[in-house]
Protein backbone atom coordinates (compact mmCIF):
# COMPACT_ATOMS: atom_id res chain seq x y z
CA UNK A 1 0.00 0.00 0.00
CA UNK A 2 1.86 3.47 -1.08
CA UNK A 3 2.46 5.86 1.96
CA UNK A 4 0.19 8.78 2.46
CA UNK A 5 2.92 11.17 1.08
CA UNK A 6 2.73 9.16 -2.68
CA UNK A 7 -0.83 9.32 -2.43
CA UNK A 8 -0.78 13.19 -1.90
CA UNK A 9 1.62 14.01 -4.45
CA UNK A 10 -0.96 11.80 -6.83
CA UNK A 11 -3.64 13.72 -5.99
CA UNK A 12 -1.42 16.88 -6.55
CA UNK A 13 0.00 15.33 -9.62
CA UNK A 14 -4.15 14.28 -11.26
CA UNK A 15 -5.65 17.69 -10.19
CA UNK A 16 -2.96 19.68 -11.76
CA UNK A 17 -2.79 17.65 -15.16
CA UNK A 18 -6.53 18.53 -14.92
CA UNK A 19 -6.83 21.91 -14.32
CA UNK A 20 -3.81 22.04 -17.45
CA UNK A 21 -6.16 20.43 -19.96
CA UNK A 22 -9.08 22.40 -18.46
CA UNK A 23 -7.35 25.54 -19.80
CA UNK A 24 -7.12 24.04 -23.31
CA UNK A 25 -10.58 23.51 -24.49
CA UNK A 26 -9.58 23.59 -28.01
CA UNK A 27 -7.61 20.33 -26.99
CA UNK A 28 -10.21 18.13 -25.19
CA UNK A 29 -12.78 18.65 -28.23
CA UNK A 30 -10.68 16.36 -30.30
CA UNK A 31 -12.12 12.70 -29.28
CA UNK A 32 -8.38 10.93 -29.94
CA UNK A 33 -6.73 13.86 -27.36
CA UNK A 34 -9.74 12.60 -25.01
CA UNK A 35 -8.61 9.07 -24.87
CA UNK A 36 -5.18 9.63 -24.70
CA UNK A 37 -5.70 11.94 -22.00
CA UNK A 38 -7.61 8.95 -19.93
CA UNK A 39 -5.13 6.13 -21.17
CA UNK A 40 -2.37 9.03 -19.56
CA UNK A 41 -4.34 9.14 -16.13
CA UNK A 42 -4.88 5.26 -15.91
CA UNK A 43 -1.18 4.94 -16.63
CA UNK A 44 -0.34 7.09 -13.50
CA UNK A 45 -2.91 5.48 -11.28
CA UNK A 46 -1.93 1.91 -12.44
CA UNK A 47 1.93 2.56 -11.82
CA UNK A 48 1.19 4.27 -8.07
CA UNK A 49 -1.01 1.93 -6.74
CA UNK A 50 1.02 -1.08 -7.91
CA UNK A 51 4.01 0.19 -6.26
CA UNK A 52 5.94 -2.14 -3.63
CA UNK A 53 8.80 -0.99 -1.69
CA UNK A 54 11.28 -3.45 0.18
CA UNK A 55 9.37 -3.67 3.13
CA UNK A 56 6.47 -4.41 1.09
CA UNK A 57 8.51 -8.13 -0.37
CA UNK A 58 10.17 -8.86 2.80
CA UNK A 59 6.74 -8.74 5.13
CA UNK A 60 5.22 -10.50 1.96
CA UNK A 61 8.15 -13.27 2.33
CA UNK A 62 7.57 -13.82 5.75
CA UNK A 63 11.09 -11.89 6.30
CA UNK A 64 13.51 -14.42 4.82
CA UNK A 65 14.87 -11.69 2.49
CA UNK A 66 18.23 -11.34 3.83
CA UNK A 67 18.50 -13.97 6.24
CA UNK A 68 21.01 -16.85 6.30
CA UNK A 69 20.83 -20.53 6.82
CA UNK A 70 22.78 -23.84 6.41
CA UNK A 71 22.27 -26.98 4.73
CA UNK A 72 24.58 -30.09 5.76
CA UNK A 73 26.31 -31.76 2.81
CA UNK A 74 24.27 -35.16 2.05
CA UNK A 75 27.41 -36.67 0.51
CA UNK A 76 29.75 -35.61 3.54
CA UNK A 77 28.44 -34.37 6.66
CA UNK A 78 32.17 -32.71 7.47
CA UNK A 79 31.11 -29.88 5.01
CA UNK A 80 27.91 -27.05 4.84
CA UNK A 81 26.54 -24.59 2.62
CA UNK A 82 25.82 -21.27 3.65
CA UNK A 83 22.24 -20.20 1.84
CA UNK A 84 21.47 -16.58 1.82
CA UNK A 85 17.63 -15.85 0.25
CA UNK A 86 17.96 -12.94 -1.84
CA UNK A 87 15.02 -11.27 -3.69
CA UNK A 88 15.11 -11.17 -7.62
CA UNK A 89 13.24 -7.88 -8.67
CA UNK A 90 12.81 -8.75 -12.25
CA UNK A 91 10.95 -12.00 -11.65
CA UNK A 92 9.58 -10.72 -8.24
CA UNK A 93 10.66 -14.20 -6.45
CA UNK A 94 12.94 -15.87 -3.97
CA UNK A 95 16.23 -16.65 -5.21
CA UNK A 96 18.43 -18.63 -3.17
CA UNK A 97 22.49 -17.83 -3.04
CA UNK A 98 24.43 -21.11 -1.88
CA UNK A 99 28.13 -20.82 -1.37
CA UNK A 100 30.26 -23.65 -2.20
CA UNK A 101 30.82 -26.42 0.08
CA UNK A 102 32.45 -25.17 3.43
CA UNK A 103 34.75 -27.93 5.53
CA UNK A 104 33.84 -27.73 9.37
CA UNK A 105 30.91 -27.10 12.05
CA UNK A 106 28.48 -24.61 11.00
CA UNK A 107 28.34 -21.51 12.83
CA UNK A 108 25.67 -21.11 15.97
CA UNK A 109 23.80 -17.88 14.31
CA UNK A 110 22.95 -19.66 11.71
CA UNK A 111 19.85 -22.04 11.60
CA UNK A 112 19.20 -25.37 9.54
CA UNK A 113 17.33 -24.98 6.40
CA UNK A 114 14.01 -26.70 6.06
CA UNK A 115 14.46 -29.55 3.43
CA UNK A 116 10.98 -27.81 2.00
CA UNK A 117 11.97 -24.59 1.97
CA UNK A 118 15.06 -25.37 0.21
CA UNK A 119 13.19 -27.20 -2.47
CA UNK A 120 10.43 -24.34 -2.91
CA UNK A 121 13.77 -21.96 -3.44
CA UNK A 122 15.30 -24.51 -5.66
CA UNK A 123 11.94 -25.17 -7.78
CA UNK A 124 11.06 -21.43 -8.11
CA UNK A 125 15.09 -20.40 -8.83
CA UNK A 126 14.36 -22.80 -11.98
CA UNK A 127 10.95 -21.96 -12.94
CA UNK A 128 10.99 -19.11 -15.00
CA UNK A 129 8.12 -15.73 -15.44
CA UNK A 130 9.43 -14.73 -18.80
CA UNK A 131 6.97 -15.75 -20.82
Request: proline share 7%.
Given at each position: ?????????F??????????????????????????????L????????????????????????????????????????????????????L???IS???????????K??S????????R????????
Open positions: MPSAFVLGATLLISLLISFFKNFNLFLKDRFNKIFLFATLLLISSFVNQTTFNDNKNWHSGLIGKMFYHKCPDNDKYFRSIRVAHNPFTNSQPQNPIYGEPPEELPIPVLLNRLMTQMSSSFH
